[in-house]
């Protein structure tokens, strides 16, 4: 009877022996998830989706999600072109396109992306004068992409897209723009003013000459002239006789 029990407990153990390397053993990836494996700590395949099946304590899998992950830049301080002290943040969007290279290259690749996407952005947008900051956010954009995905390639990491999300201006900066833009706009007005005189002073002119070469034009502008003031409840006109009539009438 104790040899029984004896067998009884070691088949028990095998049994469990056997179910926990089988479940160590055994893997599942789901779409979007892609296992680094190492064969006693040398890489050895990139797997899945699907099942996988690995040998316990030789190998070992580490897993990489492919989705997009959002990664927040916090505010940064940033000195523009023209001297201007801003605070810009932005959002980045990436993701892994090689699994090998994000887990093997890098030791932690959000963290190492977000502090790239800092330094980033206080290189590229202290390049550009505040205007630039303010209206050309889309070039800006592009700009700090790009150099993203140029140095995160080496990572297998690919930066899809980049958008700055506030620029954040001191009080007494805010001022001094809208005076600028009320001075840009009274400066618009004026010129728009003074292009309208012109072009009508042009007309004038033109009517003038028009006028001066043709008699009759100026006898017919003299009755149109009668016709208007004729229209007004004027007790007396007093209206200039054109010469040119006087001698014909003679």
Do not use: C
């Not at 899945?48 to 830049?73: C, F, N, S, W």
């Amino acid at each position: 009877m104790q040899f029984l029990q004896i067998d009884a407990v070691a088949i028990l153990v095998l049994a469990g022996l056997i179910i926990f390397l089988l479940s160590s053993a055994i893997r599942i990836l789901r779409e979007y998830e892609r296992g680094v494996v190492f064969t006693l700590g040398r890489f050895s395949r990139v797997a899945g989706p699907g099942l996988v099946i690995i040998i316990p304590v030789i190998q070992q899998m580490v897993k990489a999600d492919l989705r997009i992950y959002t990664e927040d830049v916090p505010s940064q301080d940033v000195i523009s072109k023209d001297n201007v002290s801003v605070k810009v943040n932005a959002v980045i969007y990436f993701r892994i396109v090689d699994a090998e290279k994000a887990i093997i290259n890098v030791e932690n690749f959000m963290k190492a992306t977000s502090q790239l996407a800092q330094t980033t952005l206080r290189s590229v947008l202290g390049k550009h004068e505040l205007d630039e900051m303010l209206a050309e956010r889309d070039k800006l954009n592009a700009d700090i992409q790009k150099i993203l995905d140029e140095q995160t390639d080496a990572w297998g990491i690919k930066v899809s897209n980049v958008e700055i999300k506030h620029v954040d201006i001191d009080e007494s900066m805010v001022r001094a723009i809208a005076r600028q833009a009320e001075a840009e706009r009274y400066r618009r007005a004026r010129i728009i003013n003074a292009e309208a005189e012109q072009q009508a002073a042009q007309k004038l002119v033109e009517a003038a000459e028009i006028m001066s070469s043709e008699a009759n034009a100026m006898q017919l502008r003299y009755f149109e002239a009668l016709q208007d003031i004729a229209g007004n409840k004027t007790s007396t006109i007093v209206f200039p006789l054109p010469m040119e009539l006087l001698k014909k009438v003679t």
